[in-house]
């Protein structure tokens, strides 16, 4: 069946743009999370959803960056008045049920963003 | 505070020969671990998680909690196993991922 999917796949903002990242987990998942990787790190946490509840944004870097999943499905990332050092990929990952560890979670391709 | 070190960014090794990728952690408690992996132009994927204690594509690894510990060893390592190796984990109370940077693994013919 269908994975994950992220649009866009490339995404180029000058400086100062508001964007708004797109992830459509595979269908059923309840669980949806954001990751951040910068370019030669690994992924990092950036915030977690189970159906429409965003129970967890820690790993927000700022309040520049809002996320949503409204529907319990689709989610969408947005990033205000980006920054340079936003520039990275964007990955998304979905599980089955309720974020427990156990879960395995299947990630979308990512979206690139660089930041002008 | 949670943390994974994976202390080779590359590591280069010629078909045939056995592979060992580190990690190690930090955490006080009994975390789960895990390895993804990402080849060229494909997207991160789950390897192996050490609560499974399986082999995939004949890699395996064992939790040391001794040492604090989770290698990724592969006795024979095949040109195809070239990829982008994550180590992550994963505290037993929450559900994030904690990724280290990853170790670029070259097999070459």
């Known amino acids: 069946g269908a994975g994950v999917s992220q649009s866009p796949r490339y995404k180029v903002a000058k400086r100062g743009q508001d964007v708004a990242l797109r992830c459509d987990p595979i269908?059923?998942?309840?669980?949806l999370f954001w990751y951040q990787q910068a370019l030669g790190q690994g992924p990092e946490f950036l915030t977690y959803?189970?159906?429409?509840?965003?129970?967890?944004k820690s790993g927000l870097p700022s309040d520049r960056f809002f996320a949503e999943r409204p529907e319990g499905s689709v989610s969408t990332l947005k990033i205000q008045r980006t920054q340079q050092e936003d520039s990275a990929v964007y990955l998304c990952a979905s599980s089955l049920s309720g974020g427990r560890p156990k879960d395995t979670q299947y990630f979308g391709p990512g979206t690139r963003l660089t930041v002008l | 505070a949670q943390r994974v070190t994976q202390p080779e960014k590359l590591l280069s090794v010629f078909k045939g020969a056995p592979v060992e990728l580190k990690c190690n952690y930090s955490?006080?408690?009994?975390?789960?671990l895990f390895w993804y992996v990402q080849y060229s132009r494909q997207r991160l994927q789950l390897l192996l998680r050490?609560?499974s204690r399986e082999s995939i594509k004949g890699f395996t690894a064992d939790l040391n909690k001794g040492e604090t510990s989770f290698h990724l060893k592969k006795p024979f390592a095949q040109e195809e196993d070239s990829a982008m190796y994550y180590c992550?984990?994963?505290?037993?109370?929450?559900?994030?991922?904690?990724f280290g940077k990853g170790t670029s693994l070259l097999v070459t013919p």
């Open positions: 269908s059923g998942h309840v669980s």
């Open positions: 992550a984990l994963n505290p037993n109370s929450g559900y994030a991922l904690n």
């Open positions: 050490h609560i």
């Open positions: 959803f189970q159906n429409e509840a965003q129970l967890d």
């Open positions: 955490y006080s408690g009994s975390p789960e």
